[in-house]
DNA sequence: TAGATTGTTAATCGATTAACAATC
DNA sequence: TAGATTGTTAATCGATTAACAATC
């Protein structure tokens, strides 16, 4: 067994980044690359190459020094970290155009999650297919997580609703939940949630954006504050 | 002009989480409060009263003490703060599942922020409406980026094509660019991306949710070595 | 005035980063 | 061996939090 240099588990920073190596290292794994250097898989993943080797020695040391990494042993190792050996089970609550992106979404499928149970509150939505599986009535919430063993839950549903179908997912068992509405949900300690926010993303941005207006602004001003002193 | 403690703007964080206060004050200005305090504010907003009360502290001194904060002008100073006192046109590159999503979705308009243009590449889109905009061919983007003054782009491409365009929004103005494409971009400096990837977030659900099992798996064990060993 | 609540301080905690010894 | 690159140390930086003086 690996020394681990974890005094109580992996930083919440390095568990967030280790899913975006694992697709740097998918890709030069597709790409036929046998191994990688930190500096390397660092650029592929926007970060610096301190940050990765750290990052990645919480896992155990996984590196050959004066050589770089095992593209295919890494890949394993950061999976198993990240739990994808297995497959999760997955309900989306919400079938609007979101949860219909997120039902057809491939890239869940290959990464170690099956959606297995959609649910709607719609009568019209109700018993279609949509990527190839049924549409379930909100009543039958409780008993498709149960029976299919569901850990998480995916709420695509309108922010008024979504703090009621999250009650239910958790009374019913699901102790993950990623949460596209725009609300804050209220979960038992135990419960890990998640949340996908565009309009908060973009409000950000916005701030940036007009950040970088008034630094521009700023910078007119300078310059027509030098023309008027004139040339030096 | 009110005393501001910032050294340099503000603290990353705290902008991050401005959104999430605003959307907790535009409920309580609906409910028709008038004041709240930092606690009540701060349990709406999922987080403790101490980092309320410094993240407002970094706007300016908005809140009477013994009192709370006035709602509808606390609602203003953030809303200020973030930029969206002005509208910022935005356009939606691709127009899957997600960017139908994206372009219906209506929490966008509210929150100073138009879609003004849409683009795909695919010419059975191209001339449909969506979300009462026309489809416009990706070859028309430079050109709608200048006319419309748009500072944000939002990418909703498949992920092999997301770069391309990400250049082509930087290289016609764009300095603001929301991602949804699974894929680390590169842009220049001055350019903001946030990234928006349901993959990486069910991802680091699974690593908790994996985490959970082993320490419940744990319990079992240890139980049943008490149970080995007898009662004391 | 008494009670309530802000705004700020200072301690603590966690994350980042440069630098380099270890070692392939 | 010489060159390359990891894994780790230690310094720095930024974020969180409890506590409380200021003040409504």
Redesign the pocket.
């Given at each position: 067994m690996p020394?681990r240099?974890q005094?109580r588990g992996i930083?919440?920073?390095?568990v967030a980044?280790l899913p975006v190596y694992l697709r740097a290292l998918s890709t030069l794994a597709e790409d036929g690359a046998g191994t990688?250097?930190?500096?390397?898989?660092a650029t592929a993943a926007g970060?610096?190459?301190?940050?990765l080797?750290?990052?990645?020695?919480y896992l155990?040391?996984?590196?050959?020094?004066?050589?770089?990494?095992d593209v295919d042993y890494l890949v394993y190792q950061v999976s198993r970290e990240l739990g994808l050996t297995q497959d999760w089970p997955v309900v989306i609550v919400g079938l609007g155009h979101l949860g219909h992106a997120l039902a057809n979404y491939g890239g869940f499928a290959s990464r170690g999650f099956a959606i297995r149970a959609l649910v709607d509150a719609d009568p019209e939505l109700v018993d279609q297919q949509i990527a190839g599986l049924r549409v379930h009535p909100l009543e039958a919430l409780e008993d498709l997580v149960r029976r299919l063993g569901i850990a998480i839950g995916v709420i695509a549903t309108p922010a008024p609703v979504a703090q009621t179908i999250c009650d239910r997912l958790v009374s019913a068992g699901v102790s993950s939940i990623l949460n596209f509405a725009p609300v804050v949900l209220a979960v038992p300690d135990e419960v890990e949630v998640r949340k996908v926010d565009m309009s908060i993303e973009l409000q950000i941005l916005a701030f940036h954006e007009q950040r970088k207006l008034a630094t521009a602004a700023l910078g007119d001003v300078s310059r027509e504050l030098a023309e008027a002193v004139g040339p030096r």
């Amino acid at each position: 067994m690996p020394a681990r240099a974890q005094g109580r588990g992996i930083p919440e920073a390095t568990v967030a980044r280790l899913p975006v190596y694992l697709r740097a290292l998918s890709t030069l794994a597709e790409d036929g690359a046998g191994t990688v250097s930190s500096e390397e898989l660092a650029t592929a993943a926007g970060v610096n190459s301190a940050k990765l080797r750290k990052d990645l020695s919480y896992l155990g040391s996984y590196g050959t020094r004066g050589v770089g990494y095992d593209v295919d042993y890494l890949v394993y190792q950061v999976s198993r970290e990240l739990g994808l050996t297995q497959d999760w089970p997955v309900v989306i609550v919400g079938l609007g155009h979101l949860g219909h992106a997120l039902a057809n979404y491939g890239g869940f499928a290959s990464r170690g999650f099956a959606i297995r149970a959609l649910v709607d509150a719609d009568p019209e939505l109700v018993d279609q297919q949509i990527a190839g599986l049924r549409v379930h009535p909100l009543e039958a919430l409780e008993d498709l997580v149960r029976r299919l063993g569901i850990a998480i839950g995916v709420i695509a549903t309108p922010a008024p609703v979504a703090q009621t179908i999250c009650d239910r997912l958790v009374s019913a068992g699901v102790s993950s939940i990623l949460n596209f509405a725009p609300v804050v949900l209220a979960v038992p300690d135990e419960v890990e949630v998640r949340k996908v926010d565009m309009s908060i993303e973009l409000q950000i941005l916005a701030f940036h954006e007009q950040r970088k207006l008034a630094t521009a602004a700023l910078g007119d001003v300078s310059r027509e504050l030098a023309e008027a002193v004139g040339p030096r």
